[in-house]
């Protein structure tokens, strides 16, 4: 009885483990399957890997063995569902999975409808996304295109639709979608225009270019201050800036859809 008692008890303190050891992946299905290696417990009798579950489901792949591949397209799933892996292995060794970045999500939208009203409401539509991505809205103004906001993207296949606000500058605007992957490489939709005929907002920082403690506009706008080095020193949105605690010398600022310079004096 004694003997039947250890054995129980040692059974279950393996059992305990093993289930204490796993690796989990999650992500985006991709059309892509996983590559793990497997390697030998350090006894040399047996491989690490004991099993592995799929969204819940155990994997009825060949893990026998050194190197091996998760078969995700027996699973039903199809591109942009997401996807659970849990690999469950045996003590004092670890296995590798090699290429879990095909579960990651990936800028591959197809954009269309992209107008812009306004009021400022700009809409679009895509199709073919694959994961959740943010869409950054960027404008082009002061000679470089500058992100203004951001929109969650909802990462399914399908039609989807989207809309946010936007603030205009004087003149001709000019907008674009981007997303950007695990890739860094960025994905771009096709620009967008509109030309607005408000008035060109104007600066006012005192005779001469010169002040020692606030910046003036007509109206409110979107503003970049940098200093002679190139350094971004303030930036925000409002109809003046205090600039008394900015140290003495020559400013670039980047305002409405205009680059100007100004002096910081005493």
């Known amino acids: 009885m004694k003997k039947i008692l250890i054995f129980f008890l040692i059974v279950l303190q393996i ?18 399957n996983l590559y793990v290696m497997n390697p030998f417990t350090p006894i040399g009798i047996g491989f690490c890997i004991y099993e592995i579950t799929i969204n819940e489901q155990i994997s009825t792949d060949e893990i026998n063995s050194s190197a ?6 027996s699973y039903n799933l199809e591109i942009g569902n997401s ?6 292995y045996k003590n004092d060794c670890s296995p590798t999975v090699i290429n879990a970045e095909v579960l990651k999500p990936r800028a591959t939208f197809v954009c269309a409808n992209l107008v812009i009203g306004k009021d400022g409401t700009m809409k679009w539509t895509t199709t073919e996304e694959r994961g959740e991505l943010p869409f950054i809205i960027e404008q082009f103004k002061w000679n470089k295109w500058v992100k203004v906001t951001e929109v969650t993207g909802k990462g399914t296949s399908q039609k ?43 600066f006012a920082p005192g005779d001469g270019k010169q002040t020692s403690s606030k910046i003036t506009f007509s109206a409110k706008t979107s503003y970049e201050i940098y200093d002679n080095f190139g350094n971004l020193k303030l930036k925000g949105n409002d109809i003046s800036i205090d600039i008394s605690k900015l140290a003495v010398g020559i400013y670039f600022i980047n305002y409405d859809n205009t680059t100007e310079t100004f002096e910081k004096v005493k």
Not at 83 to 88: A, E, F, L, P
């Open 68 to 73: 091996f591949e998760i078969d995700l397209s």
């Open 83 to 88: 996807v659970k892996i849990v690999i469950k």
């Open 160 to 202: 989807n639709s989207y809309s946010c606000k936007v603030e205009f500058t004087s003149g001709q605007n000019k907008f674009r979608i981007k997303q950007i992957d695990y890739t860094n490489k960025p994905r771009y939709s096709s620009d967008v225009t509109f030309n607005n005929l408000a008035a060109k907002v104007t």
């Open 15 to 32: 059992n305990k483990s093993f289930a204490d050891n796993y690796l989990e992946i999650s992500g985006i299905y991709q059309g892509e």
